[in-house]
């Protein structure tokens, strides 16, 4: 039965004056209108006349009573109405359809529930599911294809044990007894000594642990044991098995063999060569992962050796010189005609520090470094412990010629010279700063503990001054930190 077959909550509502619908005169009238949903009319009246032959027992031909040669009695109708409302569930069909008129029924559509309480129906998977759940211990349920099975096991095994199944309401179901039963449990001890295989006597000599002695399954012939020994002989016992697996008893000595071959050396190991070799005057080192040959001769011969271009060496005879060497600091003069660099004479703490290998975690290539302290006019206007570690001190830097506090021109990492402090202890010397206050640029911390609190002390900022070229050093003469210039090449 179709609910849906005309647009329209009146035509339903009209259609099931009677739970169980079966309105013929409703649908005659409507179909003699030739709506344009005609078609759906017709099947309706169709499946009604069904409904009142199969109540009847009569033979209505539903096209003759479309067409009106033929005319169903009123009785006929009702009686097939009263049987259809006798059944379950079809005032609540009439009361939905009359309630949603514009829904099209599915198979997943629900008209009405039931509820109520009933057994549940186990599956055998359903059943082992269950019993498995349910934890019982050393118990185990299992699913062969047609039957349960149920198996116990025990982690005593010279001890007997038994499984006990009790009476329960679906015993017989699963093939159980329907009274309680106790089956004991049943074992057999068979002992036997089968051959190994070769991977298993290898393994069984190896597990043995016998020093210096290792066996293997041979590479070219996997059908043959191979024994291999690092001791200068070899005894085998008289063994059950040696003609099993092909063995003689008696002692082997070890024979030996010597092999030569080339290997490459690495810089350390070249270094190590020269200086064993023993060469009056000659020394060699290994600088920055380079090779470095220092001869104090007056003539120092490379020869042509088969590995010169490997580690980058010309034959060829090098004779040393005799040269006048001295220090000259010049000026270096900027595009402005303003000296940016010159030597300092006055104050013994402006000298420069040597770094034969300024290399760093990240970059083992740096080579060396020359550190300049530099007198920007900072000194130390207040010094105490720091209000977070104790084992940091915080300096406030002032710049002469003021007395106020004023910006400092350092980064975390940078390198400070402090000379004259009065702190105790004191804490003159060379100091990596270790922390710079965000919220006071006229602040930064080093690692030092400090008992008393002090004031004065000059401070000399480290700076790197070794430049490949004028116009690296040019680049950063104005660099400033807070508004400070970090170098003072320039002179105001």
């Not at 040669?69 to 009785?75: G, L, M, R």
């Not at 005593?156 to 199944?165: C, I, S």
Request: net charge negative; with cysteine.
């Amino acid at each position: 039965m179709q609910a849906a077959v005309a647009p329209g909550r009146l035509f339903i509502t009209t259609y099931f004056t009677n739970n169980a619908g079966i309105n013929l005169s409703q649908l005659l009238v409507e179909h003699g209108t030739s709506p344009s949903y005609t078609t759906q009319l017709a099947s309706l009246i169709t499946n009604d006349v069904a409904l009142i032959n199969e109540q009847t027992g009569n033979s209505y031909v539903a096209s003759a009573v479309i067409s009106g040669s033929t005319v169903i009695p009123n009785s006929d109708i009702v009686a097939t109405q009263n049987a259809v409302d006798n059944g379950v569930y079809i005032d609540d069909f009439a009361t939905y359809v009359k309630g949603n008129p514009s829904v099209t029924l599915a198979t997943t559509t629900v008209v009405a529930t039931q509820s109520g309480t009933t057994f549940k129906t186990y599956t055998l998977a359903g059943i082992v599911q269950e019993i498995n759940d349910a934890g019982i211990p050393n118990v185990v349920a299992t699913n062969t294809g047609t039957f349960l099975r149920l198996t116990k096991t025990t982690s005593t095994p010279t001890v007997a044990f038994d499984l006990t199944l009790s009476v329960g309401t679906a015993n017989n179901d699963v093939g159980f007894s329907t009274q309680t039963e106790t089956i004991a449990a049943t074992s057999s001890t068979s002992t036997g000594f089968p051959n190994l295989t070769l991977q298993q006597t290898v393994n069984q000599i190896n597990a043995a642990g016998i020093t210096g002695i290792t066996a293997s399954i041979n590479a070219n012939n996997t059908n043959l044991l191979q024994i291999n020994s690092n001791r200068a002989t070899l005894y085998i016992g008289n063994g059950t098995a040696n003609s099993v697996i092909g063995i003689t008893p008696g002692v082997t000595p070890a024979g030996s063999t010597t092999t030569t071959s080339n290997t490459s050396l690495d810089v350390n190991d070249i270094v190590d060569k020269i200086n064993q070799a023993g060469i009056s005057g000659v020394s060699a080192s290994n600088s920055n992962n380079r090779l470095k040959l220092v001869s104090v001769n007056s003539q120092f011969v490379i020869g042509a050796g088969s590995s010169n271009g490997q580690v980058g060496l010309v034959a060829q005879t090098y004779n040393s010189a005799t040269v006048q060497v001295g220090n000259v600091f010049n000026a270096i003069v900027g595009s402005d005609n303003n000296q940016v660099f010159r030597e300092m004479t006055n104050d013994p703490n402006i000298f420069s520090i040597h770094i034969a290998d300024d290399s760093i975690e990240s970059n083992y290539n740096l080579g060396y470094q020359v550190y300049q302290t530099m007198d920007l006019s900072m000194y130390v206007n207040y010094s105490c412990a720091g209000i977070i570690d104790a084992d940091e001190a915080e300096i406030t830097v002032a710049r002469y010629p003021s007395n106020l506090t004023q910006a400092h021109n350092l980064s975390v990492g940078d390198y400070v010279l402090i000379r004259g402090s009065t702190t105790i202890p004191s804490i003159d010397g060379i100091h990596r700063v270790h922390k710079i206050d965000s919220d006071n640029v006229t602040k930064f911390y080093i690692d030092q503990y400090i008992t008393q609190e002090g004031s004065g002390g000059n401070i000399y900022p480290l700076r790197p001054v070794r430049f490949s070229t004028f116009n690296e050093l040019d680049s950063v003469k104005n660099n400033q930190v807070n508004g400070v210039y970090k170098y003072n090449f320039w002179w105001f």
